[in-house]
Structures are given as structure tokens and as C-alpha cells.
């Protein structure tokens, strides 16, 4: 995996203790305000990562220049990287900020991180963005297995060690946003009423794969075809790859994204012959 | 006709999902609100699987009624045994429902669900979907909310914040004439306080790890929502018990849990002999360390049960100021075990020991500490018993044995009533872990999972069957004078205000600093309240809390942004844990007694005659002038099966510890437990 290789490479100098390290933060009040930049000196200990120098932000409010200033926003859960909430630029690059240790990316005394947020999505506050988008797209493909209500009707369908283990990796997509981040046909959108044409996302297209190999899912299939030949769909993915490389949970997108493209063309042979 | 009722639920997790499916699916609308976006809820976190017998179970011997047997007995008594019963024999209904979801369940070669062993059962009973168990039933939970959202029934309200229960009339006990209307709730964006109506109010808010400091829990877990809910008059249940995990990674913002595999797969456990030692551990030669585990009972070494790892840790470390570094850490060491052995057969472990703790265990001994990781107590549910009430309570039950009764629906608990899972204020329910029913005094390994979905589905019928045929049928909540909502509106408001009117002003202290007095909560909270108890030290912590109480009375703020302050909803946090945490305080020095996760060692043994007794405290919020606490006991339904002892203190002094499943299906105790006992 690229990120963990990256890690030792980082991890080759020998973190200096009880040092302090510059924090050069984007920070920005609003939608629509325009942005500035802040810097904060914070004490690390072993173990740091950069939720925990937030947190002690947060405590002690002051730049490096001893101007008083406003605690952070930022977005965090579970700090586990399971809920994908604390998604941002960490020195240019996204990740999730939970595993981003200190010891690793800045062991020297005053070295400097860079905290953005991320630059695909409205921002909130801060490093704090709006990623509804996403779920919208989720509701855009049918994101669901349509069952027939939540009642005692037994089980679901059989389904083989392999046909799971496809699943499952797919399944494990918290919606972080590292995907469209790194993705060059996605472009930040602020207008929701163009989200339904605008290009969905990897993550859209690799959820649409998910329930259209299932065996109660795949009755909308053609539904969610549909939504992957209109605008915005599958055709718009340039191929160029990011989105696989970023992933924090290894999932395969661009495999998805290739299925959905034989999918989407079978389905407009078909319909095509329908007619 | 339609019921144009609408019912609130707040929290996004599990337990908040599966009742708004519920609730929805019977045509009532449901107004969703969650600080987080649903989907980011702390049921992600779950790992290790969800209990429900199977038939492969069955046909060996194991049945629906050990699965309550083993539930009974984990939680040391302290649970009303007609709910547990339910739940599980309703289990199999639960895992059948998320299988038709799509959640993609480990697989035999015939397609059919896997299944594992997991803490102390002869039986494999255990669903698991990879080692994100929770996060895959949560994701399926979640998409069919959103196939209700897309429908209209569903209105999600994520970035809100719960502030208040709004109650119409007096509270005052179970059938008083004050009843839930609503919430008042503030988005965390635009920070606009509002009130809603709501026919019923389900909280599903999850735990409170945060009043303990660092958790395994997210952050978002203070129990901020349920003491507010006690402040307005909700009974809280067994506040005083919290289970504390042995291993877990020590973080600088939070901890993680380790799976107590490392342990069985021969990690031993030690720390420097010589205080402050400093040098790095493995220039520390093998006489220069102290295997306390070993040392102690020599006879299971590290392999002693969960509990006692945890208690000997905590001894070393917050007792003798023996900890690695002077640190409450000590050292699971594996570097002596082959790394491609350890990489086969426990790669998960290693890879997020390695991720974060940024050191690889394979060479580097990993350093670990308990912590808390699950909230037994919480607000105070009724029940209405089900139909199976036999003459005298049942001795243990043992495998293969019949059960004395059939998993009908509703023989534990009454099938759809109102009643289930309602908090002391009429229209105001509790589901999941925020509140106290089924785990007792101390939780069997996944369980979690299960208690949270089935309180969404099985008691979310009652919600349903309360606002279509109970008090709001009755008397709408659309009737309710609109000055209650705006009243409650103005009274937090003005606390909000009175909050951010702190920011400008005097020069700001450490004293007065919302953020260091919450650490300072958790410290000492973690210090007194989680794996050792005594009078003193909690007399102590009361005297403490009681300080950092006052220092918030005078908190300045930070911030006084009128968008997205997140200054503003930690501060309000603080205050509200702080009530908690006393509350918790008080409840455990009260319980002169040792059961399950609540250890006090100037009583160490379990005192039936004076505290199978599930604690129930409410709060006097003040109308005579001061706050109190008002704690009482209740008794607990033990109609079923007879409380036998459950000695797992003592065995490395008695009689060795029978292996694994035979050890009463215990999985606190079992040593052969192959898998994490938590989710």
C-alpha cells in the first residue's frame, strides 16, 4: 500500500520529544468569506496525531505572533479511521487527519504542517467542509436493497465466500471524500440544483456496483443504469486514476468504475434494441 | 386514514436507525436528528459481531434461552430478565433482516452465514461481516433510512444538536401527568435554536465514554443529550456502571481497542522493575522486568480473566506509579513471537497498533492501558412483561437441555406495548446504549449490537402503537399550546447566551478554560470511578467534581461566532458531563458492593440481600434552591433464572478455572476465546 510505504519513509527520522511544531492553518469564518492563514506552535508528545494537536488548539487559542484568535473548526468521530468524518489536506495531501501521526510527518523540532480543507466541497468553517453532495449520490444510484419492509420474512439470499468478499471491500466505503478530492472531473459545486447532473463521483459509482451484485439490489439496476448513462455519469470519468491511489480503505474504484461502464454499455445495447 | 403524527428521533446510530425504519415503515413521518451525519455515528466503530443463535447452534444444543442464560449471567444480575429473554429470542430475527439488507455476512462454502466463537460458549453464535461488523449493519441501516428520506417519510436533521426535552406539565414519576412534546435543538451551522413537536421523542444518543476522559468511544459521545434529559426529569439506571476494557492503545486524543488476542497468542504483559526506568525496552534486560501477571498468578500469567487484567494493570500503573515512562502504560509484548506468525494470526492487530501508535509490535513491545469503553447505565426504561412468568426461577441452564419456554414473540416482553423502552416521562423513550436495560452489570461481548437494532425494531413497535392508538391519538400534539415550545426555546437560548457573553472581558485562565475543565472531569473520573472504587477516593473525586463545577459556573469562552461555534456546544458538553459525572460518583459510592464492572475494594464481594437492586437516580434540578441527586433503589426482575455466584475474583485462589466454555459461559472469564469478547 502506498500510504504505509510512505509512512516508513517518513518515519526514518527519529521524532525529537516534547518538541513543538508550527501548525499553518487555513482558516476561513464562513461560506463566502474569503480565507487567511494562521500558524499555532503546540507542544507534541509521543503519539500525537493532528486531531490531538487541534484539540489543544482548541484549549489554547493563541498564534504563533501571541494574537488571541478563535479555536479551530474542524470535523472529527470516531479518530479510528472508520466514520471518514475528519477528511483534509495534511501537508497538500488528503487523508484522513486521525491517522496522520506527528511522529511521522514532522519529528524535527519546529517542523511545519499545512492544514487545508478540502477543496471539493463548500466550506463550513475552517478545515470544516459540507460533503451532503455525496449523499446525495448515494440517493441519486439507489444506494439501497429495496426489501419488502423491516418485518420477520426470513432470510436473504445465499451468496458464495467470493461474491462476499467482493462485497465486503466495496461495503467498507465511509464516504470520506479522499476519492473526489483526488479526482480531476470532480469539481466543487455549490449549487445543489446542480449536483443531479453534475459528474457523481467515484464513490457513487462503486456503491452502484455494490448493490447491483446483489441478489435483492440488482432490481434496480436498471434504475441506477439509468442515472450512470445521463449526465454526470459514468462518461465522465477521465480514467485518470487518483481516486484509487487515495483511498483509505483500498478500495478497488476503478475496477467498479470499469464495471459499471460494461454495465451501463450492455444496458444501452439492450434498451437500444427495446426500442 | 394517515396518522399525520410526526416522531422525533434523535441520534443516528444503530439503535436511532432501526427505529426510524420501524417508525417510518408504519407510515408515521419521522424527523431524524443526529450531530453528525448518520452515517459517521459511533456504531461504526463495532468490530466483533452480533450474537444470535443459528440453527447449526441449535442442533448441537444451544438455543435462544442460553443465549439469555449467558446474557443474565455476564451482566451479574443486575438486568430485568423479561427483556433480556426477548432479546434473545428476537436475535435471529435481527441477523435474518440485515442479511436480506445486504450486509455482506462472512460466508461458508455453501453460501450460508459464518459464524465465530466468541467469548466463552461451546456454541458458535457470533455474525460477523469481516472485522466491521458494526460498521457494515450501520451502513445497511443507513441505506434504507435513505430510501425513506427519498420517499418523504424521513426528514433528517444531521448537525443538530439536542439541547432539551420539551415537556408538557409536571414530571413526577411513571404516571405523572407531564408528558414529552418535543425537543429543542440547535443547528451546529447556522446556530438557530428551535423547538419541534413530536407525538414521541426516541433518544438513541449512545453512550457517555467522554465524562471518563480518553474512551474507546467517538467524541462526539459525551452523554450530553442524556443528561439533559435527567436534568429534565428522565431517571437514570446503574449510572455507576462502566465497563473498562484491559487493552487498549493509550492515545494522545483518544484510545483504541485491542483485541485480547494479543494476550492469547502468548503477549506477555510487564513493566520496567525499576521505577522512571527510561531506557527503550529492549535494552532493558530480561531480569530488569517485572511480569506482574505472571508474578501474581502464576498460575494463568497473562491469561487471566479480563477483569483481573485490568484491575492488576491499573494497580501497577495508577497505584504504584509503576507505569512505563511514569505513564499509565504497560508494556503487551509479542517481539519474542516469529513476525510472520504474528502477521498470520493477528495482521488486524498489528496493522492499527502500527497506524497508530506509528511503531511496529512485531519488534517494538506495544504499550497499552485499559480503558472505558462501554456505558451500561443510562436512562431508566419500563417494560411490560411478557406472557412467560414461571413459579420459581430456574437454576442454571446448560446446553442441551430443553428450554422451559418457546421463542414465541412476547414471552419476556409484551409484544408492541407502549410501554417498552419508556422513560419515567410519558412519550419519551430510550433505545440503545443510552439506556440501562439488558447488559446489567457488566456486558457479554457482542451484545451491543444486538441490544441497539433490537430496540429499534421491536420496541419501536411500541412507539408506533403509542402514537396511533395511546396519549397522542388522544390528544394531539399539534393542540399543545405553542408557548411551551417557545419557552423552552428562550431558556436555552438564554443559556447559550449566557455562555457566549463569557467571551469578552476579563483575561482568560486555565481556571476558567471549558477545555482543561472537562480534562480535568475525565482525569479524575477515570481515576475513581472505572476499575477500582473506594469510599474514600470518591468521597474524594465528589469533593473535586463539586470544584470543577463552580470553575464552570464561571467558564469563559473562546469564541463568540454566531456560525458553526463548536466553542459553544463542547462548553454546554462540559456542564452537562459534569452532572453526569456526579451523578456517577455518587451512584458508585452508594453501591457498597462488588458486581461486575463496578469493583469496590473495601467491598469486594457481591451483597445480594442489600443491592440486586438496580440503581435509579433522578435530579432535583434545583427548584429549593440547590441541586441534588436523589438516589434509589428499585428491585430487578429475577423471575427466571436464580442468581448463582459468579466468583471470577477468586478463582486464581480457588479451584483452577475450568477451560474455556464449560466456565459458566462466561466470557469475561473464558480463556479460550479466540476473538475480541467487544464490539
Redesign the interface.
Known amino acids: 500500500m502506498s500510504s504505509?510505504t510512505a509512512?516508513k519513509s517518513q518515519?526514518d527520522r527519529q521524532p525529537v520529544a516534547g518538541r513543538l511544531v508550527r501548525f499553518n492553518i487555513k482558516r476561513c469564518?464562513?461560506p463566502g468569506k474569503t480565507s487567511r492563514w494562521e500558524s499555532f506552535n503546540v507542544p507534541t508528545?509521543?503519539?500525537?496525531?493532528v486531531?490531538?494537536c487541534l484539540?489543544w488548539i482548541?484549549?489554547h487559542?493563541t498564534t504563533v505572533e501571541g494574537k488571541?484568535t478563535?479555536?479551530v473548526?474542524w470535523?472529527?468521530?470516531?479518530?479510528?479511521?472508520?466514520?471518514?468524518?475528519c477528511t483534509m489536506l495534511v501537508n497538500g495531501q488528503v487523508r484522513q487527519s486521525?491517522?496522520a501521526?506527528i511522529?511521522?510527518i514532522a519529528p524535527g523540532e519546529g517542523d511545519e504542517i499545512t492544514l487545508e480543507p478540502m477543496s471539493k466541497f463548500p466550506v463550513?468553517?475552517d478545515l470544516?467542509v459540507d460533503?451532503q453532495r455525496m449523499?446525495q449520490a448515494?440517493?441519486r444510484v439507489?444506494?439501497?436493497?429495496?426489501?419488502d419492509?423491516?418485518y420477520?420474512?426470513?432470510?436473504?439470499p445465499?451468496?458464495?465466500?467470493d461474491?462476499?468478499a467482493t462485497?465486503?471491500v466495496l461495503?467498507?466505503c465511509?464516504?470520506c471524500g479522499c476519492c473526489l478530492e483526488a479526482c480531476p472531473q470532480y469539481n466543487l459545486e455549490e449549487d445543489p440544483e446542480k449536483w443531479p447532473t453534475s459528474f457523481i463521483g467515484a464513490h457513487a459509482l462503486s456503491q452502484t456496483r455494490l448493490?447491483n451484485e446483489?441478489e435483492?439490489?440488482k432490481r434496480l439496476k436498471k434504475d441506477r443504469l439509468d442515472v450512470l448513462m445521463g449526465p454526470g455519469g459514468v462518461s465522465d470519468c477521465g480514467n485518470a486514476q487518483n481516486c484509487v491511489k487515495v483511498c483509505p480503505k483500498e478500495i478497488p474504484l476503478t475496477e467498479s468504475i470499469a464495471a459499471d461502464g460494461r454495465a451501463v454499455t450492455m444496458h444501452a445495447i439492450t434498451s437500444w434494441f427495446r426500442r | 386514514m394517515q396518522n399525520q403524527q410526526r416522531v422525533i428521533v434523535v441520534g443516528g446510530g444503530l439503535a436511532g436507525l432501526a427505529a426510524t425504519v420501524r417508525i417510518a415503515e408504519a407510515g408515521i413521518p419521522v424527523d431524524l436528528f443526529s450531530m453528525v451525519p448518520v452515517k459517521r455515528s459511533h456504531s461504526v466503530c463495532a468490530q466483533g459481531g452480533i450474537n444470535a443463535c443459528n440453527e447449526v447452534a441449535r442442533q448441537q444444543g444451544y438455543s435462544e434461552y442460553q443465549h439469555f442464560d449467558e446474557t443474565i449471567y455476564g451482566g451479574d444480575y443486575l438486568a430485568d430478565q423479561g427483556p433480556v429473554l426477548e432479546m434473545a429470542n428476537f436475535a435471529p430475527k435481527v441477523i435474518d433482516l440485515l442479511d436480506r439488507m445486504g450486509v455482506p455476512f462472512n460466508r461458508t462454502n455453501e453460501g450460508q452465514r459464518d459464524l465465530r466463537l466468541f467469548g466463552g460458549s461451546l456454541f458458535k453464535r457470533t455474525h460477523f461481516a469481516g472485522a466491521t461488523t458494526g460498521q457494515q449493519l450501520l451502513y445497511a441501516l443507513d441505506e434504507q433510512t435513505r430510501r425513506y428520506e427519498a420517499s418523504g417519510l424521513v426528514k433528517k436533521y444531521e448537525f443538530w444538536e439536542f439541547l432539551w426535552p420539551v415537556i408538557e406539565g409536571e414530571v413526577s414519576g411513571t404516571e405523572g401527568d407531564g408528558r414529552c412534546v418535543g425537543i429543542v435543538a440547535q443547528d451546529m451551522r447556522t446556530m438557530q435554536t428551535r423547538a419541534f413537536r413530536g407525538a414521541s421523542v426516541v433518544m438513541a444518543t449512545g453512550g457517555c465514554g467522554l465524562v471518563f476522559g480518553k474512551s474507546t468511544n467517538s467524541i462526539i459521545c459525551t452523554g450530553g443529550a442524556a443528561s439533559r434529559c435527567y436534568q429534565a426529569g428522565a431517571w437514570y439506571g446503574n449510572g455507576e456502571m462502566i465497563q473498562v476494557h484491559p487493552t487498549a492503545i493509550p492515545g494522545a486524543d483518544k484510545c483504541r481497542l485491542m483485541s485480547e488476542s494479543a494476550r492469547g497468542e502468548g503477549g506477555r504483559v510487564w513493566v520496567p522493575s525499576k521505577k522512571g526506568d527510561d531506557r527503550k525496552p529492549a535494552d532493558i534486560p530480561e531480569s530488569e522486568r517485572w511480569y506482574f501477571l505472571e508474578e501474581r498468578y502464576p498460575k494463568y500469567g497473562n491469561l487471566v480473566p479480563r477483569d483481573i487484567a485490568t484491575r492488576e494493570i491499573f494497580d501497577v500503573c495508577v497505584n504504584d506509579g509503576m507505569g512505563v515512562a511514569g505513564q499509565n502504560q504497560v508494556y503487551l509484548d509479542l517481539t519474542h513471537k516469529d513476525p510472520d506468525y504474528l502477521t498470520r494470526k493477528l495482521g488486524g492487530i498489528m496493522e492499527i497498533y502500527e497506524k497508530f501508535a506509528g511503531e511496529d509490535p512485531r519488534f517494538t513491545p506495544m504499550r497499552i492501558f485499559p480503558a472505558v469503553h462501554y456505558s451500561m447505565g443510562g436512562m431508566w426504561t419500563q417494560y411490560t412483561p411478557g406472557s412467560y412468568s414461571p413459579e420459581t426461577p430456574h437454576r442454571e441452564h446448560k446446553p442441551g437441555m430443553v428450554a422451559p419456554v418457546d421463542t414465541e414473540p412476547g414471552r419476556g416482553m409484551a409484544l408492541g406495548d407502549p410501554k417498552n423502552m419508556m422513560t419515567n416521562i410519558p412519550g419519551l423513550y430510550a433505545f440503545g446504549e443510552v439506556n440501562f436495560a439488558y447488559h446489567g452489570a457488566t456486558r457479554l461481548g457482542a451484545n451491543a449490537l444486538l441490544s441497539c437494532i433490537f430496540d429499534g425494531l421491536y420496541c419501536g413497535q411500541g412507539v408506533v402503537n403509542h402514537v396511533t392508538q395511546g396519549d397522542p391519538a388522544d390528544r394531539p400534539v399539534e393542540k399543545v399550546d405553542q408557548s411551551i415550545y417557545d419557552q423552552a426555546v428562550e431558556r436555552e437560548q438564554a443559556k447559550a447566551d449566557r455562555l457566549l457573553d463569557t467571551v469578552e472581558g476579563a483575561e482568560a485562565s486555565d481556571d476558567t478554560n471549558p477545555y482543561l475543565i472537562g480534562k480535568e472531569m475525565g482525569e479524575v473520573m477515570e481515576a475513581s470511578c472505572t476499575v477500582v472504587k473506594t469510599a474514600e477516593r470518591l468521597n474524594k473525586t465528589l469533593d473535586t467534581l463539586a470544584g470543577l463545577r463552580e470553575r464552570f459556573s464561571r467558564a469563559r469562552l473562546s469564541d463568540a461566532a454566531a456560525w458553526t461555534n463548536q466553542s459553544l456546544s463542547y462548553s454546554r458538553a462540559v456542564g452537562d458531563m459534569l452532572i453526569l459525572a456526579e451523578m456517577i460518583a455518587k451512584c458508585s459510592l452508594l453501591r457498597e458492593e462488588s458486581r461486575g464492572s463496578h469493583y469496590r475494594t473495601d467491598f469486594p464481594d457481591r451483597d445480594d440481600e442489600r443491592f440486586l437492586k438496580t440503581t435509579v437516580a433522578s435530579f432535583d434540578g434545583g427548584a429549593h434552591g440547590v441541586e441534588q441527586h436523589e438516589i434509589g433503589y428499585r428491585d430487578v426482575q429475577t423471575m427466571l433464572v436464580k442468581p448463582r455466584p459468579r466468583t471470577y475474583g477468586k478463582v486464581e485462589e480457588d479451584a483452577p478455572e475450568k477451560k474455556g466454555p464449560t466456565a459458566s459461559g462466561d466470557p469475561a472469564t473464558a480463556r479460550t476465546d479466540p476473538e475480541p469478547a467487544s464490539t
Open positions: 504505509s509512512t518515519s469564518e464562513g508528545e509521543p503519539g500525537s496525531n486531531i490531538s484539540q482548541a484549549a487559542p488571541k478563535t479555536p473548526v470535523d472529527s468521530g470516531c479518530l479510528e479511521e472508520v466514520c471518514g468524518s486521525c491517522s501521526l511522529d511521522n463550513m468553517r470544516w460533503r449523499f448515494l440517493e439507489k444506494a439501497w436493497v429495496p426489501i419492509g423491516s420477520n420474512l426470513g432470510s436473504g445465499k451468496e458464495s465466500p461474491q462476499q462485497r465486503y461495503s467498507t465511509m464516504s448493490f446483489h435483492t439490489g
